[in-house]
Nanobody, 114 residues
Framework: QVQVVESGGGLVQPGGSLSLSCAASGTIFGTMGWYREAPGKEREIVAAINRAGDYLEYADSVKGRFTISRDNAKNTVYLQMNTLKPEDTAVYYC?????????WGQGTQVTVSS
């Protein structure tokens, strides 16, 4: 099955930016989403994009700050995160949306702290 590798996380100060990537080992045909899981909280959807890139969905908490995009030729989905807040601290994952596969990548840690 197609595997994914998330990357681009790190430590950033509040107000800073990060760009995440999700590289798949094969063709991604459907809608993909970025999810995040913060300590003590359930995993939640952050943003989603269909294959054509003309349907975008964002959680209210990130609207206006995060931008999801994809490059089908590279089998990669991106998440540009601007104006980061401490509450954005979490492990970020990509997976199919709205129904994620049982398989999850290792995720990438995003920590927003001064």
């Amino acid at each position: 099955q197609v595997q994914v590798v998330e990357s681009g996380g790190g430590l950033v100060q509040p107000g800073g930016s990060l760009s995440l990537s999700c590289a798949a080992s094969g063709t991604i045909f459907g809608t993909m989403g970025w999810y995040r899981e913060a300590p003590g909280k359930e995993r939640e959807i952050v943003a989603a994009i269909n294959r054509a890139g003309d349907y975008l969905e964002y959680a209210d908490s990130v609207k206006g700050r995060f931008t999801i995009s994809r490059d089908n030729a590279k089998n990669t989905v991106y998440l540009q995160m601007n104006t980061l807040k401490p509450e954005d601290t979490a492990v970020y994952y990509c997976n199919t949306y709205p129904t994620p596969r049982d398989y999850w990548g290792q995720g990438t840690q995003v920590t927003v702290s001064s």
